[in-house]
């Protein structure tokens, strides 16, 4: 087994922005309602013409720009997304292309929805552990607003677009992903959905609407019940304390889950990261733009340890513990 690390990160968000007020104007909400209950206050929203490939393109530029990197000898692409431009072919194989990534590269999407990112970074770092590959792009995006439906003010409320990338690559000094822990629970699918071919789920007829549809008061108790079991067994495999956890970067769903998160864990909330304030909840996005905002704003230091947990549709979840070993930045991050 080989050291695998990261080494550079970038992230993209659209232009557009959707405010707390902008939504009064459209269902029965305000601003005061809104932050109360979720701590967000505005999102961003792709044009019409921007989708998830354009979001992946972009915060690979970003990356690539910030930390002196090339995508000419990239091996393998990996995208998490739940709202892929097509059925197929995958956002991993137009990304590849448009960025000059070498033929010899594979490309794949991987769909593990909020906890996608985690899930997409765990393959590779099996796939840069084995030796199979030495340097993995890797890609959390979603453009959630392409199928969220704006007259429900139970969901609209919440959802926003962006995109995360980072590089794994091989270090031959020390493995930097420290401990694991995955978890699925399909009997809660139901609770969390979009439409395909199939319009049933363990016996439950869904709402074929073609937009997003969630259960927020279930998800919301699976989540507090079950997330920090889950951490605990991230720590457990890695043979560490929470103590030794410098920042812990849940997905980024709702502030009132991560706060009785925090509570259950007994973890410092101040040393939680979130992205959810001004760019909503990004699904796969959401932890890639947390780590990345922590970056940004100096807060988070190489040789610091992270601790990235997912969790969504499916019920699907997914945890690493990582010591940051990121490259030394050559340009700034443009504003996001």
Request: proline share 3%; net charge negative.
């Amino acid at each position: 087994m080989k050291g695998a690390k990261i080494t550079a990160i970038g992230s993209y968000v659209p232009a557009r922005r959707l405010a707390n007020s902008d939504l009064e104007q459209m269902v029965e909400t305000n601003d005061e309602w809104i932050v109360q209950r979720t701590g967000i206050r505005e999102r961003r929203i792709s044009r019409e013409d921007e989708y998830t490939s354009d979001l992946c393109v972009a915060a690979v530029r970003d990356l690539l720009t910030r930390y002196g990197k090339t995508a000419a000898d990239v091996d393998m692409v990996i995208v998490a997304t739940s709202t892929a431009d097509f059925s197929f072919p995958s956002v991993a194989s137009i990304i590849q292309h448009r960025l000059g990534i070498p033929l010899t590269a594979g490309a794949f999407d991987m769909s593990a929805a909020c906890a996608g990112f985690v899930y997409a970074l765990h393959t590779a770092y099996a796939y840069v552990a084995s030796g199979l590959h030495r340097k993995v792009l890797v890609l959390g995006a979603d453009a959630l607003s392409k199928i969220t439906d704006y007259s429900d003010r139970s969901t609209c409320i919440l959802f926003g677009d962006g995109a995360g990338a980072v590089l794994v690559e091989t270090d031959e000094q020390q493995d930097r992903f420290l401990g694991f822990h995955l978890s699925s629970d399909g009997g809660g699918a139901h609770h969390v959905y979009r439409t395909g071919l199939a319009s049933r789920v363990n016996g439950v007829a869904l709402s074929d609407t073609g937009k997003l549809v969630q259960n927020g008061r279930e998800v919301f108790k699976w989540a507090v019940r079950t997330v920090p079991h889950g951490v605990r067994q991230v720590l457990d495999n890695a043979g560490a304390t929470l103590a030794q956890v410098d920042w812990f970067i849940p997905h980024s769903a709702n502030l009132r889950m991560i706060e009785p998160i925090c509570e259950r864990l007994e973890y410092p909330f101040e040393q939680a990261l979130y992205s959810l304030e001004y760019f909503g909840n990004t699904s796969a996005a959401s932890i890639p733009l947390a780590l990345d905002l922590g970056i940004r704003e100096g807060k988070v230091q190489s040789g610091q340890r992270a601790l990235l947990y997912g969790f969504g549709a499916g019920l699907a979840q997914a945890g690493l513990l990582v010591e940051l070993s990121l490259d030394e930045q050559v340009k700034p991050p443009a504003v996001l």
